[in-house]
């Protein structure tokens, strides 16, 4: 587990990245066994991560006190992307049901966002919670084009949008109407802007593999701008976090990217299997926990999570 794993390191493109891994930690590989991993959501409290084995239709937990591996819920409803909101519960993309769920403090299951105007979701991908409770989601058709992460059905919606969820009125608004395929989202540190990835590709080699950033209107609820933030050189950004100093992370097909504050990538870590998603965790929030295909990666950074 601590030896070195044939395949990852870091590689320096900008000198900046130099400052940002500590140079004889290793990656390690935490766990094997899934068929596509997504979704890692640290849970600060409970000292455990938790994350997706879509097609295999299960919610994995690796507990940092012991390093042992269980199946934290099965069926998951082929759920993909997680995060813990700011009351330390989960949240869900779910692509069977094609709902965004809240696990409560119970363990009962919430039902954030189902429907856009009377018409059933796709598949919703990924999730954020931002500090004033509202919810924003992407939801490309990923989870409805085939069996093997969802059920296949038509697209009710007809196309694939970001949607915010109100914390109050819990009305699910459309926010961002011109994406393929919107999947991994964040915000920046200070939360006056929105990065969302577009990974079109994957289904039309004319289509998209880049990052757009989105500036927050005053009262936080709508998005303006969308330039292209970074284009992916390897495969698509999917999944991605932000550090505290507003470098962004994220995944690719050969591993980790580190995108400075303009978007130039400046450093990555190689990993040997495609990354679909990541997240800082730790007391410190210095390690970097990493789902790639069939594994769960870590590595501790000299950056901390935003
Ligand atoms: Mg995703």
């Given at each position: 587990m601590f030896g070195v794993i044939e395949g990852t390191g870091f590689e320096t493109i900008?000198?900046?990245?130099?400052?940002?891994?500590?140079?004889h930690v290793r990656v390690e590989r935490l766990w094997t066994g899934a068929r596509w991993s997504e979704g890692p959501a640290w849970f600060p409290a409970g000292r455990y991560l938790v994350w997706s084995d879509i097609p295999n239709n299960r919610l994995m937990r690796w507990d940092e006190t012991d390093g042992s591996v269980s199946v934290f819920?099965?069926?998951?409803?082929?759920?993909?992307g997680n995060t813990v909101d700011q009351q330390g519960r989960l949240v869900s993309c779910e692509h069977l049901t094609r709902r965004v769920t809240r696990t409560e403090h119970d363990g009962s299951v919430t039902v954030?966002?189902?429907?856009f105007q009377g018409k059933r979701l796709n598949s919703p991908n990924d999730v954020v919670v931002k500090s004033d409770g509202s919810v924003w989601f992407t939801d490309p058709s990923y989870g409805i084009m085939?069996?093997?992460e969802g059920d296949r059905a038509e697209s009710e919606i007809g196309a694939c949008h970001v949607y915010r969820v109100d914390p109050i009125s819990g009305t699910v608004e459309a926010?961002?109407?011109?994406?393929l395929k919107p999947n991994g989202l964040a915000f920046s540190p200070d939360e006056t802007e929105l990065y969302i990835a577009d990974?079109?590709?994957?289904?039309?080699?004319?289509g998209p593999a880049h990052i757009r950033r989105f500036t927050l209107s005053p009262d936080g609820k709508s998005l303006s701008g969308g330039a292209l933030f970074a284009e992916c050189s390897r495969g698509v950004f999917d999944g991605f976090r932000f550090d505290r100093d507003g470098r962004l992370w994220s995944s690719a097909a050969d591993g980790v990217h580190c995108l400075d504050r303009t978007g130039n990538l400046i450093g990555k870590i190689s990993i040997p299997e495609m990354v679909g998603n990541l997240c800082f965790g730790g007391p410190k929030r210095n390690r970097l926990f990493i789902a790639g295909t069939t594994s769960l990666y870590s590595v501790f950074l000299n950056v901390n999570g935003a």
């Open positions: 900008e000198s900046e990245f130099n400052e940002c891994f500590i140079g819920r099965h069926p998951s409803n082929n759920a993909n954030i966002a189902e429907k085939m069996d093997y926010v961002a109407t011109d994406f990974t079109g590709i994957t289904h039309d080699p004319d």
